[in-house]
């Protein structure tokens, strides 16, 4: 598919983090010439984008996408009476019919809210990673470690499994498998090593949930005598293929710790609010460092949305007050997260997150022709605390049309809207 896009306001986030006003030529999934002198180039698409913002795919590090059928389905609960009372006896209940159902509602919000890459965790994962490929979107897809098992596979079933999925899809264009133990209070320290010699045998990430709460610091702490980050190194799983979900518990020194093997972080700042951890990512510190940190924004039923926009206001915005400080984390570093930072993230920053010639063509056209944008003193500004996933009008993954015009091209909507309606009801009665 060739894609010409044509005078559009372009924000390459490149090296410069250049902002460019130009056309865009797409063709063999590649972003083939961005130029400020219009293009006469033939194409099969010719999009008149005056009146859009094209920026790069974002891309959500961390979420549970099949969870999308638990949005809503036990807030304001504390932490433990919700998962104990409503999340964990419908995780028991799961099919794999269920989770293609619930993954192919995600993948609809995502696609319309101009997501273009996202890191996943959950069971049934060759579900997810069928829906994701008929959807067109570009998945990191956690095939799920846990010392009681799944609802797909016994705990000693889980190893084999595991390998298996990824032969299926190590050289899969849009798929990559990862190893994701689910955190070092679900895993034994055996369990973790085979996670950890597994992502190694086959040069894959690792992606766990790392001190999301104070009380999972001190449970490790107390049955280990160390805290998660340094648990995991003298494990041997923090390097530089391991992205640790949350990170909301940590210290400068693990900070460092962190830093100095390489590792990422996913920030997760909605979800960890809303089931109110009493911690967040010290972001700033972490940066400082050289720390590379993403946006995630965790399952739906932690968050209630898998809105990357909402995701980075709320970044900006927690930061700012809890420092006291406006200019902590500024507007420009909350979306380098979501995109070139993120893509940082998984190694794949020669490839996604900045619009450059020769890079994948996952880009986005944002309609800023509407009043909440205007005026238009700040492009990157509008996107980080004014912009909203409804004002996505088109999204390009690998060089495909998945949305255009806000209409999904690649998944039926009311079907998917249907089945999850009376699937969900099935789940929780």
Not at 289 to 294: D, H, M, Q, R
Request: charged share 20%.
């Amino acid at each position: 598919m060739s894609i010409l896009i044509k005078n559009a306001t372009i924000l390459t986030q490149n090296q410069k983090r250049k902002q460019l006003y130009g056309d865009i030529y797409i063709d063999h999934h590649v972003i083939q010439e961005i130029s400020q002198q219009s293009l006469s180039i033939e194409a099969e698409y010719v999009i008149d984008a005056s009146q859009y913002l094209a920026i790069p795919g974002l891309i959500n590090t961390h979420t549970h996408i099949p969870m999308t059928l638990l949005r809503g389905y036990g807030d304001d609960m504390l932490l433990h009476e919700w998962l104990e009372q409503r999340i964990w006896p419908v995780e028991a209940k799961l099919t794999q019919g269920a989770v293609q159902i619930g993954t192919d509602l995600g993948l609809l919000e995502m696609i319309a809210s101009g997501t273009t890459c996202f890191v996943d965790m959950y069971f049934f994962e060759d579900s997810v990673a069928q829906s994701t490929i008929k959807a067109g979107l570009r998945g990191f897809l956690g095939f799920a470690f846990i010392d009681i098992g799944t609802p797909e596979y016994r705990p000693e079933e889980l190893v084999s499994a595991g390998k298996r999925f990824i032969s299926r899809w190590k050289n899969h264009d849009l798929i990559q498998p990862i190893i994701a133990p689910h955190s070092v209070y679900t895993c034994s320290p055996e369990t973790l090593q085979q996670a950890r010699d597994i992502a190694e045998k086959h040069s894959i990430m690792l992606h766990t949930h790392c001190s999301e709460t104070r009380e999972n610091v001190y449970d490790v702490q107390k049955q280990y005598g160390v805290r998660p980050v340094q648990h995991l190194k003298n494990l041997g799983l923090l390097h530089k293929n391991m992205l640790l979900a949350h990170c909301g518990w940590i210290t400068k020194n693990e900070v460092q710790d962190i830093k100095k093997a390489g590792s990422s972080i996913s920030h997760c700042p909605v979800s960890n609010m809303k089931i109110a951890t009493g911690g967040f990512a010290p972001i700033p510190e972490c940066l400082e460092a050289g720390v590379a940190v993403g946006l995630g924004t965790d399952g739906a039923a932690s968050n209630n949305v898998l809105d990357m926009f909402d995701t980075m206001k709320f970044c900006a915005l927690i930061h700012k007050n809890h420092r006291w400080d406006p200019r902590v984390l500024p507007a420009q570093t909350v979306f380098d997260c979501a995109t070139i930072q993120a893509a940082q993230c998984l190694n794949m920053d020669k490839q996604i997150g900045s619009i450059e010639e020769g890079k994948y063509a996952d880009i986005v056209l944002v309609d800023m022709h509407q009043p909440h944008f205007y005026p238009q003193h700040d492009h990157v500004s509008n996107l980080i605390y004014v912009a909203r996933g409804g004002d996505v009008v088109t999204t390009i993954v690998n060089g495909q049309l998945v949305m255009h015009d806000r209409m999904i091209q690649t998944l039926d909507t009311e079907k998917i809207l249907s089945a999850s309606k009376t699937c969900a009801e099935e789940l929780t009665k």
